[in-house]
């Protein structure tokens, strides 16, 4: 019996022993950068443990405005200090008298710490250049002046340039033929998410030293300075943003308290967004699940007599824009007297300055009757119905797309509303089914603006790599598919200046600026109510200078009460900002 349970027990033991032999091959020999279902580096991970170190740059690549300045993040050179300075007699004095930080300070700083830090953190003291010279000067183990790349505590056009986070088996999922950390960055909204795979990072920069158990220097104190290998890596993607314009645009959208809306400004000569902010803004705690992810300026939204702009080309070349025609303006769309806005007898281009829903229902009405299609087709035209962001063939992708997000517009969704008389009569002042994103409305005022030529909006001019030079560039691209005639945008262009000059224009506020605007309002019921009241989006679009066009804006405010939330003094400031800027 003795004998059995000794020889029991010896076979459990073996097993076990083998057990823990094969765990051994797999740890040490086999599954050393895959470990668990976690896909654990223990290699990493056992490095981890013998050194400390800190990341002077996390390796993703960068965006920059137009001018070449970071947006997302900025490099501020710092002062890094190691743990083992506590053990050391180092020369604090001279490094308190260069940075003019209190010796005291830096000794607790230097006490108090377990990993090698940057002086000040979260908020660093930012060295001059002379002062970074001077501390690399002293020579000093374990006390370094270095240039660190920190985020942005605000971000100027968050939602264009998209938000990055970590999630494993979407990193897994996009690039299942690339050994990457699982913790590595990945874009879920925006350019970040359009442009991720050439941002992937090659590997951080960082300053690193080996230390025991207890965290004392394990080989000396020589502190190394680790970076990856490829020299032309991170790369940079160049964006059109103008910096200095995005900044103070957003400070107008939260001067004018725009809750919901935002603004688009494109540059018309490159047909390049110059500004794009989008409310509400990104919160920062809840970043990922809240509404400021979304880009509002990319969303399709009701548009209202803006759409009128549309209903207008299509008269124009079908001719029926007969200045001598008078339209009954002291009537709604169903035939009932229009009480609060009762413009009697008006032609075509008062209507249209003064936008009387009248006159734009009933074109709407025969236009369709010549063509079921003429809406859609004027639309597409004037590049409402599509996307206008920038796409082709990059690399071995055949359809890149810069703004992945952007939905496309829309006239009709079903067939009664092509067809129903009155369901058209309500496309044509831009209400019922007929919706466009606010980048495709200042698309269409920069097409009107160029004479009818239709371009492809762009947010980034290039993908440089880390020493400047060119990896891939964006070139200007023309929309696919019928444009206007340039006789049709010129009289259009009449017409958008006209609500301007016209002393009854629904835009004869913008007179006095220094630049001549020309442009189209829209207030569009959204079918929503708030205490009975219901809620409208308020528009205006437009361009200028009218003589030598540069700028094309389109100002939205979303879901406000019709008494309130107006974009007119928001549009007008832009216009003064940028002819104060030229």
Not at 141 to 156: C, D, H, L, T
Not at 324 to 350: A, Q, T, V, W
Not at 370 to 391: C, F, I, M, R
Not at 429 to 449: K, S, Y
Request: aromatic share 8%; net charge neutral; proline share 5%.
């Amino acid at each position: 019996m003795w004998r059995k349970r000794a020889i029991g027990w010896l076979i459990i033991c073996m097993i076990g022993l083998t057990f823990l032999l094969v765990r051994l091959v797999q740890v040490q020999l086999i599954d050393t950068e895959t470990f668990s279902k976690h896909h654990v580096n223990l290699l990493e991970e056992s490095v981890k443990q013998r050194t400390q170190e800190l990341v002077i740059d996390n390796g993703r690549g960068n965006f920059l405005d137009r001018n070449g300045t970071m947006l997302t993040h900025k490099m501020v050179s710092v002062l890094v200090l190691f743990p083992f300075l506590k053990k050391l007699d180092w020369d604090i004095e001279k490094v308190s008298a260069i940075t003019n930080i209190p010796a005291d300070d830096l000794k607790k700083a230097v006490d108090s710490a377990k990993k090698p830090f940057a002086f000040g953190q979260p908020d660093p003291i930012e060295l001059t250049k002379s002062q970074t010279e001077k501390i690399n000067k002293l020579n000093i183990p374990g006390v370094f002046a270095v240039e660190k790349k920190f985020e942005r505590s605000s971000v100027p056009a968050e939602q264009l340039l998209g938000l990055t986070g970590q999630n494993s088996k979407e990193l897994a999922k996009r690039y299942p033929n690339k050994e990457l950390p699982e913790k590595t960055l990945i874009g879920v909204s925006g350019l970040e998410e359009s442009f991720d795979e050439f941002l992937l990072p090659e590997g951080p920069s960082k300053l690193v030293y080996h230390v025991d158990g207890s965290g004392a220097p394990l080989f000396g104190i020589n502190v190394k300075y680790v970076d990856p290998a490829n020299p032309f890596y991170p790369v940079n993607i160049r964006t059109t943003i103008d910096k200095t314009i995005q900044e103070k645009a957003e400070a107008l959208v939260d001067q004018y308290q725009i809750k919901k809306g935002g603004l688009v400004l494109l540059n018309i000569e490159d047909n390049s967004v110059l500004a794009m902010v989008s409310r509400p803004a990104v919160n920062k705690k809840d970043p990922y699940s809240s509404a400021g992810i979304t880009n509002m300026m990319l969303e399709q939204q009701i548009m209202g007599s803006v759409f009128k702009t549309v209903v207008a080309a299509a008269a124009i070349d079908r001719n029926l824009d007969d200045p001598m025609r008078l339209f009954d303006c002291s009537k709604k769309i169903n035939g009932n007297p229009e009480l609060k806005y009762n413009y009697g007898m008006l032609n075509f281009s008062d209507s249209f300055a003064r936008s009387c829903n009248r006159t734009f229902g009933e074109l709407a009405q025969e236009l369709q009757k010549q063509d079921p299609n003429t809406l859609e087709e004027y639309a597409a035209k004037l590049s409402l119905t599509g996307s206008v962001g920038w796409q082709g063939e990059v690399f071995h992708t055949s359809n890149f797309k810069q703004l992945a997000d952007e939905d496309k517009g829309r006239v009709f969704l079903s067939e009664d509303a092509r067809t129903d008389k009155n369901y058209v009569a309500m496309s044509g002042i831009g209400q019922h089914e007929v919706r466009a994103t606010p980048l495709a409305v200042a698309n269409m005022m920069a097409t009107i603006a160029r004479g009818g030529k239709k371009e492809m909006v762009r947010a980034a001019l290039k993908i440089e790599y880390k020493n400047e030079t060119t990896m891939i560039d964006f070139p200007e691209k023309s929309l696919e598919g019928e444009t206007i005639s340039p006789y049709t945008a010129s009289k259009l262009q009449k017409l958008l200046r006209e609500v301007v000059v016209n002393p009854n224009g629904t835009g004869r506020w913008f007179q006095d600026l220094p630049f001549e605007v020309a442009g189209k309002s829209g207030t569009a019921e959204t079918g929503k109510y708030v205490n009975g009241e219901q809620l409208h989006n308020k528009w205006f679009a437009g361009y200028f200078p009218y003589q030598n066009p540069q700028y094309a804006l389109v100002a939205v405010n979303l879901d406000v009460s019709d008494s309130e939330g107006g974009v007119n003094l928001l549009f007008a400031d832009i216009v003064k900002m940028l002819y104060e800027n030229k």
